[in-house]
């Protein structure tokens, strides 16, 4: 039993528990509400119950008193006949009167009714006496009454003194019932009561359930459908039979749910769209991209900024601080403008976002241009994060010093000629008369030999800018042999001078190639007079031509190649990388030579224009032998379509031995 009396505390405890606390509220101020209406409607009907009750007793008491008055001297004569004829009478023509009974001084019953005397004597002998009550005197002269529950229902016994000429003769007991009015009242107040009391309950519990059914539950429905829209959760729907205001209400919530989720799912496809191009952009754009928050964790980053921090592909960087990763040179100088820029309260410099050059560590040893700057929200007030783009500068960095270099050395070698050039005109002028004809005659010699200087340095600048320039060169068949004939033929006088013997070996019937006739007589020229230049007398120069032969069997031939050596001093090892770089000349390192620097960057390019890379062997005192393959012409391929070169096994250094017994080819050169 009470282990069952404490499950159902418990149930009711957990039952209870789950309400709100407007739910206790309001049920502790309904039993408020119940117990103060059960209260005063209890006060109202009693009220009224002894108002009915006091008019009883006093007409009981009226009553006892008229009816004393009537028998008080028929007791007192003893006329007991006549008592008894009265008072039956009387008895029967009141209906409220329960019994009457008669009792001397010392309380013996002499007469009742309904009770005669001898069922008084014999039936009820042990109640023949009357027993007063203890508050009454004896020698009381006014009525007594009382009110007591008997078996046969509530009544009220009033005790009227029998007096006659003065003299107490007993006592008169009437037993009046209750005014029914009184009686239906006393059960009616406890019903009113008890029905006031269940009614509100009822009315509560009722509205309550009615409440929890038809609008709690739909509310409660509402709330969390709300909360499931709040977090996104846009299928969210409610399936309630509901009908009237809340109905509607539920009808227009799925109404908005779906369009939320149509709306959704058209941001979705938008914003997927819009950030895969925009991560395409980011990703394709040549400049570095890394994006962060502000806690310096990495939310993006392209390949280009991978490739330029050397950080590897499978380095997971997302979600990482980005000073964890960088280079020690570079963390040092972004820690601290990273952390202002941050705090969104950057000092004046950094506002407009800044600006750092650092030279990465080896081994990339790049010089990289950073840009910082920060990443607000929409209304352009609160940091959501720092965009840092990262411009690789290297190559940039090596043009401004080549561009610097490049016009140091064209305003040294300006210089140079025109300096000479004006000192002999300046002597001539102010001494000419002073000096003897072949003075004045060596001075103009070398004058013109300065201005010829002067002219060929002007022209090899103008060909180098016009060829590093964008312009397209119309491209044909050319038959090689005739630039290299108009080649030799030019610089045969010079040869024979010096004392050197020009040799082409050029293979018979050698296809066309595709190239410009002009550009190519330009790279003949300045490599046979580069050779000339560079071998002593009794050396030879050699051009060659040959069809290169493919890699594999049954191959078709693609490419001719063409080699220009000489006997000359030869180049250094260290020298051969920046033979082709504008200015560099080997006179700069044996001062013994002139010449502008600029003829094998003029080849490069132009070769280059050929799609095609020129390349060299040479050995200090032995000689130097510049080889580069050319396509052969296609009837069907287009002249400015770009020209494949021959694959990495297919080219092979040049076959020409640099020997000097070698050198000498089975085809002399023709007369000019």
């Known amino acids: 039993m009470l282990n069952l009396l404490n499950q159902i505390r418990d149930i009711i405890a957990r039952w209870w528990s789950e309400f709100t606390l407007q739910t206790r509220l309001m049920?502790?101020?309904?039993?408020?509400?119940?117990?103060?209406?059960?209260?005063?409607?209890?006060?109202?009907?009693?009220?009224?119950?002894?108002?009915?009750?006091?008019?009883?007793?006093?007409?009981?008491?009226?009553?006892?008193?008229?009816?004393?008055?009537?028998?008080?001297?028929?007791?007192?004569?003893?006329?007991?006949?006549?008592?008894?004829?009265?008072?039956?009478?009387?008895?029967?023509?009141?209906?409220?009167?329960?019994?009457?009974?008669?009792?001397?001084?010392?309380?013996?019953?002499?007469?009742?009714?309904?009770?005669?005397?001898?069922?008084?004597?014999?039936?009820?002998?042990?109640?023949?006496?009357?027993?007063?009550?203890?508050?009454?005197?004896?020698?009381?002269?006014?009525?007594?009454?009382?009110?007591?529950?008997?078996?046969?229902?509530?009544?009220?016994?009033?005790f009227i003194p029998l007096i006659y000429n003065g003299e107490h003769l007993g006592v008169l007991a009437l037993g009046i019932n209750p005014n029914p009015t009184v009686v239906t009242s006393s059960h009616l107040t406890r019903d009113v009561t008890i029905a006031v009391f269940i009614s509100i309950w009822v009315m509560v519990i009722l509205g309550a359930v009615f409440n929890a059914l038809i609008i709690t539950k739909p509310i409660?429905?509402?709330?969390?459908?709300?909360?499931?829209?709040?977090?996104?959760?846009?299928?969210?729907?409610?399936?309630?039979p509901v009908r009237g205001e809340l109905g509607e209400l539920i009808l227009n919530f799925n109404e908005m749910a779906e369009r939320l989720e149509r709306y959704e799912e058209q941001n979705i496809e938008e914003l997927t769209a819009e950030k895969a191009k925009l991560e395409t952009l980011v990703s394709t754009i040549a400049d570095g991209a890394v994006l962060l928050d502000t806690h310096m964790r990495v939310i993006l980053v392209n390949p280009t900024a991978q490739r330029i921090f050397a950080w590897d592909e499978n380095e997971h960087l997302l979600g990482e601080n980005v000073l964890h990763h960088l280079p020690d040179s570079v963390k040092v100088e972004l820690t601290r403008p990273l952390y202002q820029l941050a705090s969104g309260?950057?000092?004046?410099?950094?506002?407009?976002?800044?600006?750092?050059?650092?030279?990465?560590?080896?081994?990339?040893?790049?010089?990289?241009?950073?840009?910082?700057?920060?990443?607000?929200?929409?209304?352009?007030?609160?940091?959501?994060?720092?965009?840092?783009?990262?411009?690789?500068?290297?190559?940039?960095?090596?043009?401004?010093?080549?561009?610097?270099?490049f016009i140091s050395n064209v305003s040294h070698e300006l210089r140079t000629p025109l300096f000479n050039i004006k000192s002999f005109i300046e002597t001539l002028h102010e001494y000419g008369?002073?000096?003897?004809?072949?003075?004045?005659?060596?001075?103009?010699?070398?004058?013109?030999?300065?201005?010829?200087?002067?002219?060929?340095?002007?022209?090899?600048?103008?060909?180098?800018?016009?060829?590093?320039?964008?312009?397209?060169?119309?491209?044909?068949?050319?038959e090689i042999v005739q630039p290299i004939e108009q080649t030799l033929r030019t610089h045969q006088l010079n040869a024979r001078d010096k004392g050197i013997e020009l040799i082409q070996d050029i293979e018979p019937d050698l296809p066309p190639v595709l190239g410009n006739y002009d550009l190519l007589l330009q790279v003949f020229s300045n490599l046979v007079g580069n050779g000339l230049k560079f071998t002593p007398a009794g050396g030879r120069v050699a051009i060659r031509a040959y069809l290169l032969d493919p890699a594999g069997y049954h191959q078709p031939v693609t490419h001719v190649r063409i080699e220009v050596a000489d006997t000359g001093i030869g180049i250094d090892p260290e020298d051969q990388q920046a033979i082709f770089d504008r200015f560099f000349r080997v006179e700069n390192r044996v001062h013994t030579l002139e010449g502008t620097g600029l003829g094998l960057s003029i080849v490069r390019n132009i070769i280059e224009k050929h799609h095609s890379e020129v390349h060299l062997v040479s050995e200090v005192g032995v000689g130097t032998t510049f080889w580069f393959d050319l396509a052969i012409y296609q009837e069907n391929a287009p002249v400015l379509a770009e020209i494949p070169l021959p694959a990495d096994d297919a080219v092979a250094p040049p076959a020409t031995d640099l020997a000097p017994d070698h050198l000498v080819l089975s085809q002399g050169l023709p007369d000019s």
């Open 27 to 158: 049920a502790a101020a309904t039993l408020v509400v119940s117990l103060l209406m059960s209260g005063l409607t209890f006060w109202a009907v009693n009220t009224i119950q002894q108002d009915a009750r006091l008019n009883d007793t006093r007409f009981g008491r009226d009553l006892g008193l008229l009816l004393a008055a009537n028998v008080a001297p028929l007791v007192g004569e003893n006329n007991r006949t006549e008592l008894a004829r009265f008072s039956h009478s009387f008895y029967s023509s009141t209906s409220s009167v329960r019994y009457m009974l008669y009792a001397d001084n010392d309380g013996e019953i002499f007469f009742g009714i309904p009770f005669s005397e001898s069922e008084v004597q014999n039936s009820l002998t042990i109640r023949r006496r009357m027993q007063l009550p203890e508050n009454y005197a004896e020698n009381q002269e006014e009525p007594m009454v009382r009110q007591h529950i008997t078996p046969d229902g509530e009544v009220t016994d009033v």
């Open 220 to 240: 409660k429905e509402l709330l969390q459908g709300v909360k499931n829209i709040a977090a996104g959760n846009f299928k969210q729907r409610i399936d309630l």
């Open 345 to 405: 309260d950057p000092p004046a410099e950094l506002r407009e976002g800044a600006e750092f050059r650092l030279t990465l560590p080896d081994p990339s040893n790049r010089t990289v241009r950073l840009l910082l700057n920060t990443v607000l929200d929409q209304h352009r007030e609160n940091v959501r994060g720092i965009a840092i783009t990262v411009q690789d500068i290297t190559r940039e960095v090596e043009l401004n010093e080549a561009k610097s270099q």
């Open 433 to 478: 008369d002073s000096l003897s004809e072949l003075e004045r005659r060596e001075f103009l010699e070398t004058a013109n030999r300065e201005t010829d200087r002067l002219t060929r340095l002007v022209n090899d600048v103008l060909d180098l800018s016009r060829l590093e320039s964008n312009k397209r060169y119309h491209f044909e068949a050319v």
